[in-house]
């Protein structure tokens, strides 16, 4: 009766091995993103002197390659060792930490929908705190130039928002030949050209208005962020709702696996 009853108990391997494999990719992965996060620090010489980390005044994209590396890392180490090695403490702590990022996506989208004004203006503040470093950092000066082409924009709200850089600003005191201007980003592209012309915002913001629209694009990042989002909302809500019942998915299975480790061992205490 007793080996009868051991029998009703066992650990699916099909649910422990495809714990296992997922997360195991997800674990290479992390690990990828974080060792690339450190090579590019390491590029920089931020290594060999790491109170540069919090120098600089804007976002250094090495900071989402190291968090959500990290982050990763963590999630598919618990989840990988916790079900080759059948270990409950493990799966639990991966099915509470998937949790509480669960939550804190559920909560900011909420948040963000409710108080849709502060977002726009914490955005805002974002981006001129990053226009003012950036030649500071040459990554966030990609991220920002790759921003803006992509969105075919120039500034938070305008290209004026350019003033914010010691580079480019409008006063006299300014002697940098980059004065009155913006970054070739923002510039209309023509595309009879091979090559990018970085000099083509040069001086633009000293003509009339009427006439940068035909040089540079006048439109703000955050204006245009937002007709993004509305053009492509259904793609952006499927995202969402792909990764959250992904992440149920993920709790779902770990649970299930913890109560089936459990249902074992306690089998074989009574036994």
Known sequence: MSGNHYKGHEVSCCIKYFIFGFNI?????????VGIGLWAWSEKGVLSNLSSITDLGGLDPVWLFMV????????????????LRENTFL????????????????????????????????LNLFINNNIRAYRDDIDLQNLIDFTQEYWECCGAF????????????????????EKCGVPF????????????????GYDIRAKPDSEQKDYINVKGCVPQFEKWLQDNLTLVAGIFIGVALLQIFGICLAQNLVSDIEAVRASCFFT
Do not use: H
């Open 25 to 33: 990719l997800f674990w290479l992965l992390g690990m990828a993103l």
């Open 68 to 83: 959500v590396g990290g982050v990763m890392f963590i999630l598919g180490f618990a989840g990988c060792i916790g079900a």
């Open 91 to 122: 799966l639990k702590f991966f099915s509470v930490f998937l949790g509480i990022i669960f939550f804190l996506e559920l909560t900011t989208g909420v948040l963000a929908f409710v108080f849709k004004d502060w977002i726009k203006d914490q």
């Open 158 to 177: 305008g290209a004026d928002d350019w003033n914010l850089n010691i580079y480019f600003n409008c006063t006299d005191a300014n002697p940098s030949r």
């Open 185 to 200: 980003s923002c510039c209309t592209k023509d595309p009879a050209e091979d090559v990018i012309n970085t000099q083509c």
